[in-house]
Every structure is written in C-alpha cells, then in structure tokens.
C-alpha cells in the first residue's frame, strides 16, 4: 500500500473519531438545553399557580 | 458505548491498510462487538421499559453482564491466538513499547481518561437535571410529554 492511501486510511480513522465525538457531544448539549429550557417553564408555571 | 463505538468503528478503518481486511470474528473484535451490543441492549432497556422496579433490575443484570464482558475482552488476545496481534504493553517477558512509544502512549492515555471524565461529568449533569425536570412535572401534575 503507498505511503498516501495508508494516510487516506489514517485520516479517515481520526474523522470518525472526531465525527462521533462531536456527534456525541451535540447530542448531550441539545438534550441539556432542551431540560433547561423545561426546568425554567415549569418553574415559571408553579410560580404563576402560586401567586 | 461511545468508546466503544469509536473502538468499532475506528478499528476497522485502520485494520483495512495494515491487514487488508476490514473485519474479522476474532476474539478481540467479536468481544468487543458482544460488549457493544450488550451496551445497547441496556440503553434500549432504559429508554423503553417503564420505570420501576423491573426496569431498574434488568437493566442492572445486563450492566453487570457488561461489566463481566470487559475483562474478557482485555484477556482474549493472551486466552486465544487469533487475527490480534499478541499484547504489547504488560505482555510479559519480550513485549514492551519503544521508549518515544511509551511517552506519547502515556500523552494518549491521560488526555483520553481526561476526556472520559468530562463527558461523565457533563452526563451527570444532564441526568440531575432529568431528575429535577421530572420532579417539577410531578409537581405541577402534568403529564410530561412523549419523548421518542
């Protein structure tokens, strides 16, 4: 195999890694916002039924 | 899971040029797949059983069967001589990395174990948040809404 496709395969080994990490990490963050955004209508909700 | 996905999928890719295969079911890969799915298996008993005490005790029994399984896949290339090569680091008598090998081994290690907290870290505190999300529904009694 030439020096050039083995970094091909080198490369493409890192963009995975990469590609799913930042995937991963995408995915906890939208899910963090999406809780926090619920945390402060709820709150918001109780607040309103209280007072 | 996510290491392990990275392991999958990664593994392959740089198998293909040095062995000029993509997959093979040797010992290492066909335990780290079973891992894998095992992996999934908790998750989807997670998600998608209802809460309570069953849930909670299935998912523990496959978590443990995950736990069982990792051993098996650290000792599988010195138990069964199959398409990995033989261990490199703690293989006994011959085995060992270059020193230059070592250090940047090392590098590796830490900044992945320090990857590997942050992202535990930061999942912990997305769970407390569900749990604080699901206490305010209880609440305010309303149905907290349908999540695929």
Redesign the interface.
């Known amino acids: 195999?030439s020096p050039d496709?083995?970094l091909d395969?080198?490369f493409?080994?890192?963009g995975?890694?990469w590609t799913?990490?930042f995937g991963?990490?995408g995915m906890?963050f939208s899910?963090?916002r999406r809780?926090?955004r619920?945390?402060e209508e709820?709150?918001r909700?109780?607040s309103q039924?209280k007072g | 899971m996510v290491f392990c996905s990275v392991v999958l999928i990664t593994g392959p890719i740089w198998a293909k040029p040095i062995w000029g295969i993509w997959w093979t079911w040797d010992a290492r890969l066909t335990t780290t797949l079973v891992l894998w799915l095992i992996y999934v298996a908790y998750l989807m008993l997670r998600a998608y059983l209802p809460e309570g005490a069953r849930r909670a005790n299935l998912a523990a029994v496959v978590g443990i069967l995950g736990f069982l399984d990792v051993p098996i896949v650290y000792m599988s290339i010195r138990w069964w001589r199959t398409q990995h090569p033989a261990p490199v680091i703690m293989g006994g008598k011959g085995s060992g990395l270059a020193p230059d090998m070592a250090l940047t081994f090392r590098v590796c290690m830490v900044a992945i174990l320090c990857l590997f907290v942050a992202l535990l870290l930061r999942r912990i505190v997305v769970e407390l948040l569900q749990d604080e999300v699901d206490h305010l529904y209880r609440e305010a009694d309303v149905a907290p809404p349908e999540r695929g």
């Open positions: 195999m496709k083995f395969f080198l493409a080994g890192y995975a890694f799913i990490l991963y990490l906890i899910r963090q809780l926090l619920e945390v709820l709150r909700e109780l039924r």
